[in-house]
């Protein structure tokens, strides 16, 4: 899995800094987050292929999260593409969609509904889900977990010859199961398994106010992207707009006990970001500027 | 007058190319001719301040050349601009940008709604203006003429004094009037005054086929912009897809004895955009590319 910053500013364009967008790469099934104007363009720029996007995920309705939206649908079809699309969002793109786009396009779009403080798995699939999370904008605003599944237990192949142990077992004891003899021996799963890679988790939360409610849904992750509008100097202007600060981002991500936490959204204000990590930092050492172009591996 | 080229590329972004914008720059005052996505990001990218344009104009309901308009407008609220905004577009644009913008913005948006096949004076200020004429293409679609008014006749402050003309007269003098002696002896403008420089005009049209019908509207402007989508061997698809070939926009200019003719709203079949000189340049020999981050002095 892995996570490519598209677009890492918030709603005015500054400094070659583009709204948010972002794309989670999971055995190279792309799923894109949020689709703020010039997303396409930046996909581009950056050798992601918009047809091996079919899921698209939108936060809330502000234009920095959607304005790219129309111009990627349209040329997704203008590409040629049949294949559907699934759109997770707010009821109100569709109208926005269906506005400029009343033709038909050479593909079908699924929308499903986001609902108003639901938290719901969105996609589950065999390796992983995607669940969407409330977070507190003001407007209605969901955050979206990607979830690997607990992975299979790994064969010991030298083991698996010494027990004997027939072929058309092999599968069933990557999910676990002890092997029966015909005799009636029990040969122990983890004599002839080891544990798989631990799964990993990707939350991404925007744009959110400070919101130690999140805390259960981001927990323990192995990356957490979260908004961090203002440096702490813009406190009250993050509260009156439901955005936060580095250190508020860095406090959620301590005490989520997360292992890594990447940041962006940022205000205009700043075109120098070092205040941004030098604020997160001394509160959560795992942070990282979410520059755009960059990709995070989990 | 000079022409800033934002966006050159139709309805698909590729190799780098944004879709259609370009901003005219008279006196300082800035007029932005259409607005496709991206169209903010490339104003900061070439230095355009968005707060000196009053007037923007919409040549028709194609994403390619007006997804960057909600963006913009926002924007503009967003930087605490108070002064009124004057939009020039198809009936739908308003629909779409009061869907997306419900709210009350920090300014006004004056509406003037472009006619099907009409042609009209949009703008007329006291040193130029602007008018709008029908071209043809798949939808409702109008190219724009930015003329500036006759210049002025200049004083020849030498023969003022040797005539002894009074100073209260002057102005009269540079709109051309003779002077007469309290004796009844009169004094010919030639004899005081010389001639401005002459008018100057440049016309956009976009999108549009081959279209000859548009000739009594850019006959003998100083600069015309004509899309060419396509080179002649996508002959057949320029006619299908109302758009044109560089041979035809340099045949309309050639017919229309304009002085310069740059082009542009290429296809994303084409990489290299030599092809497009290549074919031009024989029919209209001062013809240039319009590049984006060019700007073309008139």
Redesign the interface.
Known sequence: MKVTILGNNS????F?R?PTAQVVDINEQLFLMDCG??C??RM??FNIKSDKINHIFISHVH??HY??L??LI??MS??GRERDLYLYCPKEIK??IE???PFALGYTIHYHFLEEGKAETLVNQEKFQIDCFPVYHSVPTHGFKFTEKKRKRVLVPNNLRDYEIPKYFYKRLTDGEDYTYPTGEIIKNEWVTQAGLPQKVYCFAADTRFAPEIIPDIAECDLLYHETTYTEENNEKATQRFHSTAKQAATIAFEGKIKKLIIGHFSSKYKDLQPFLNEAKPIFEHTELALEGMVFEI
């Open positions: 709603a005015l364009p500054a070659g583009y104007e010039g396409q363009m581009q720029q234009g920095d304005l790219g129309v111009g349209s040329s203008l590409k109208k926005i506005l400029q786009l």
